[in-house]
């Protein structure tokens, strides 16, 4: 399995809504990583996990709240979202090995639109 | 800091011809380097990847890249595009735990 898996791939939630964006690998990894994507415009980070403990938090709302429940498994919980918030979330995972990084595999996102 | 800049934001060219995607990066330590494309409503697919080791990189669907420290670039290039490459390229660092992205390259192949 060389993949990344998010669910759902599309979201519609009002801002009083509390919703979560599921990512899942099999491949080992130790790292996983939340972008946010919006429309023309590259992916910037909002987290990054490392076997399972959060490392990086790019200065993200409490509205986002991360959650890596094992080493497969990333969650984003979302509440109380802003219509700005829209955007393509991004899960990404990596090997890393010393200062090594073999290279990011990401999924195919899930577009999350709020009303 | 670390920053990758793509100089191009978008790139015409005819079906068949040849395209060089620029990207530069700024660091003063060692990198890896990454070539994404995305299609669009999709995710990001790696084309390659420099680690260490040979200059010149290969990658899939027909791309290649070459490392040039003494130039810090790191210039995208397929000798024959095809009207399916049309798509957005990202360019990317990495030299921490953080994968930092150029601004994007929109490719648009025309027949």
């Known amino acids: 399995d060389t993949e990344v898996t998010q669910t759902p791939k599309h979201l519609v939630m009002g801002m009083t809504n509390k919703k979560s964006l599921k990512c899942e690998q099999h491949m080992g990894h130790r790292a996983m990583y939340w972008y946010k994507q919006k429309a023309k415009k590259p992916p910037e980070l909002m987290f990054v996990y490392s076997y399972e403990k959060l490392s990086i938090n790019e200065s993200v709302p409490s509205r986002f709240s991360p959650e890596c429940p094992n080493s497969s498994l990333l969650n984003l919980h979302l509440h109380a979202l802003q219509p700005e918030d829209s955007a393509l979330y991004l899960c990404?995972?990596?090997?890393?090995?010393?200062?090594?990084?073999?290279?990011?595999?990401f999924g195919s996102g899930t577009r999350l639109t709020v009303v | 800091a670390q920053s990758v800049t793509q100089l191009d934001s978008q790139v015409p060219v005819f079906e068949e011809a040849p395209v060089e995607l620029r990207c530069n990066y700024s660091?003063?330590?060692?990198?890896?380097l990454f070539w994404y494309v995305q299609y669009p409503n999709q995710g990001l697919q790696l084309l390659l990847k420099y680690l260490s080791g040979s200059t010149l990189v290969k990658g899939i669907n027909g791309f290649e890249a070459e490392f040039n420290k003494s130039q810090t670039s790191f210039h995208l290039r397929k000798p024959s595009v095809h009207i399916s490459d049309t798509a957005e390229y990202f360019c990317a660092a990495d030299n921490t735990d953080k994968l930092i992205f150029g601004t994007g390259t929109r490719l648009q192949v025309f027949p």
């Open positions: 660091s003063s330590v060692s990198v890896y």
């Open positions: 990404a995972s990596s090997h890393t090995e010393g200062q090594a990084n073999y290279g990011y595999t």
